[in-house]
């Protein structure tokens, strides 16, 4: 199930539908109602109360222009929106990471989201010995937020 938008760019700078934060509202027109009653709401389905829902996500990817918030987090992070240059997940940013995880993954409907995993390798390669580290400090991050 792809609950994403067109998400993440191709090396040609076209949105690929892999990656990024918002639902894909072709297949959910409304992402919260599709959360709140299907996964949250123990009346219209009891069995399914208690299931969870869980998304992965890829914060190296960053926030390109393919996503909604893209010219919001462009201008805060001092990018021109025009250059539609993908803002960096820097998670040692305090202020950026706030900001993310408040506007974006704290507002409807990713705020009825119960858990995140994280794939992170940032500008390392999955090879690079590096990457555990990035990825536990990722998914501690997501995973108090």
Known sequence: MDLRDL????????????????FNTSAYPDPQSF?????????SNPVKANVRVLLNTHPSRGIDH?????????????IDPASNETVTMDNGNLTLMTKFFTEYLGSEPLSS??????????????EDPRVGSQLLWSNYMYGTS
Not at 66 to 78: E, I
Request: aromatic content about 22%; charged content about 15%.
């Open 7 to 22: 998400g993440s760019l191709s090396a040609a700078g076209e949105c690929t539908g892999w990656g990024g934060f918002d």
């Open 35 to 43: 959360l709140d009653g299907y996964f949250h709401d123990p009346s």
């Open 66 to 78: 393919c996503q909604l918030k893209y010219k919001d987090f462009a201008t805060f992070a001092g």
């Open 113 to 126: 989201v119960d858990a995140w995993w994280t794939d992170y390798y940032g500008s390392m390669g999955p």
